[in-house]
C-alpha cells in the first residue's frame, strides 16, 4: 500500500502542474482501482479518455483492472 500512496502523491503532483494528460489521469485510474475508490477511478478514467488517451498498453490494463475488481467500462456501463 506505501507504493500505492507514493505513487497516487507523484500523479497527483504531476497533474497539478499538467491536468490535460491522460496518461497521469489513467494511472491515477488504476491507482483508485486497486485502492477500491470506484467514483474517483470512474471520474479519472473518463478524464483520461476524453482527453485522448491512446496508449493501447494502458487501456488494455485500465480495463484488466477494472474487470478484476468487478467495475467495468464506465463508459460502457453508462455511468
Known amino acids: 500500500l506505501g507504493n500505492l500512496e ?7 503532483e ?5 491536468n490535460n494528460d491522460p496518461e497521469v489521469w489513467a494511472y491515477l485510474s488504476l ?4 485502492t477500491q ?3 474517483e477511478a470512474e471520474q479519472s478514467y ?11 498498453a494502458l487501456l ?6 477494472q474487470q478484476a475488481v468487478g467495475y467495468g467500462n464506465p463508459l460502457l456501463l453508462g455511468v
Open 60 to 65: 488494455t490494463a485500465l480495463h484488466s483492472q
Open 46 to 56: 473518463k478524464f483520461a479518455v476524453n482527453l485522448g488517451l491512446n496508449d493501447q
Open 14 to 18: 504531476s497533474n497539478v502542474y499538467e
Open 31 to 34: 491507482i483508485c482501482l486497486q
Open 6 to 12: 507514493e505513487a497516487e502523491a507523484a500523479f497527483a
Open 37 to 39: 475508490r470506484r467514483l
